[in-house]
């Protein structure tokens, strides 16, 4: 590949074909590096955006990862994009960004047929509603954020009537009581 790339240095498909390959070969630096290459050339590269945000956020580089995903959901609104910007929001404590994706993500009209996976008591992998998840990371964000118990405890149990056996909530709704 880097033979061909110096050959056709305009060709970007052989530099996505580099990036994909350290990609599905976990060099995650490296497949960042690339990605980066062709946001340089186009900054509107949905699979090189998509790419350089999993690599950024594989390495631990929240932030990183999530200004990608902004400019990903910005290019193509989608719910999954969302909901992963809403976690990182969360995990890097930037609270008032986290709850304005939930509130935008809590009207989504795709929500409700939208499913995420998390372990169930046995640590078993099963699909959830993400909505589910959504309400669970709103009182998590409302709790640490606001210091709301009551209201983080009445979104524990608005998750728990979804889906009664969504382990992370019954553990949140305990601390709370």
């Known amino acids: 590949l880097y033979d061909l790339i110096i050959e056709n240095p305009l060709n970007d498909s052989l530099i996505f074909n580099l990036a994909y390959y350290y990609y599905e070969n976990q060099q995650y630096p490296s497949s960042v590096l690339v990605s980066q290459q062709l946001l340089a050339r186009n900054p509107k590269n949905l699979p090189a955006l998509e790419m350089s945000a999993v690599g950024f956020e594989l390495m631990g580089v929240p932030d990183r990862a999530l200004q990608n995903y902004e400019s990903l959901y910005l290019l193509t609104n989608e719910i999954s994009t969302l909901y992963k910007m809403?976690?990182?929001?969360?995990?890097?404590?930037?609270?008032?960004?986290?709850?304005a994706s939930i509130d935008i993500l809590l009207t989504n009209k795709d929500l409700d047929a939208t499913k995420v996976s998390f372990n169930d008591v046995e640590n078993k992998p099963k699909e959830y509603p993400m909505k589910v998840a959504i309400l669970n990371l709103k009182g998590l964000a409302v709790q640490e954020h606001l210091g709301d118990k009551v209201a983080a405890k009445?979104?524990?149990?608005?998750?728990?009537?979804?889906?009664?056996?969504?382990?992370?909530?019954?553990?949140?709704?305990?601390?709370?009581?």
């Open 154 to 177: 009445k979104l524990y149990e608005e998750a728990l009537a979804i889906a009664p056996d969504f382990v992370l909530a019954k553990e949140n709704l305990a601390k709370v009581k």
């Open 86 to 99: 809403a976690f990182l929001q969360y995990d890097i404590k930037r609270f008032a960004e986290c709850l």
